[in-house]
């Protein structure tokens, strides 16, 4: 079993600064990619940053230079900090996880969070 919890969003004046926590925790037995996908009502669900396993980090157009994706691999937690947040910003953000467990370690699969919101106001 494989949770991933998010924490760290809320409502933000634009310009302002939020920042994102993920942790994934359970019967992980490695960890390939960790990120963060954002999504508005009515629209598909679309990559934010992502951070790989010696490959380092992907970013949307959107927020490069705005936001920097970490991960704390000893805590199997990533961590997204949005600076010169703006309205266009606002929508729930998803952590993701590719990791395979101790029960299928060849086999890597996509995990999913429950989604936190991140609302910036004009």
């Known amino acids: 079993q494989v949770q991933l919890v998010e924490s760290g969003g809320g409502l933000v004046q634009a310009g302002g600064s939020l920042r994102l926590s993920c942790v994934a925790s359970?019967?992980?037995?490695?960890?390939?990619?960790m990120g963060w996908y954002r999504q508005t009502p009515g629209k598909q669900r679309d990559l934010v940053a992502r951070?790989?396993?010696?490959?380092?980090?992907d970013y949307a157009d959107s927020v490069k230079g705005r936001f920097t994706i970490s991960r704390d691999n000893a805590k199997n937690t990533a961590y997204l900090q949005m600076d010169s947040l703006q309205p266009e910003d606002t929508a729930n953000y998803y952590c993701?996880?590719?990791?395979?467990?101790?029960?299928?370690?060849?086999?890597?699969?996509?995990?999913w969070g429950q989604g936190t919101q991140v609302t910036v106001s004009p």
């Open positions: 993701n996880a590719e990791l395979s467990t101790w029960s299928r370690m060849r086999s890597y699969a996509n995990y």
């Open positions: 359970g019967s992980i037995f490695r960890i390939r990619s």
């Open positions: 951070i790989i396993s010696d490959s380092g980090t």
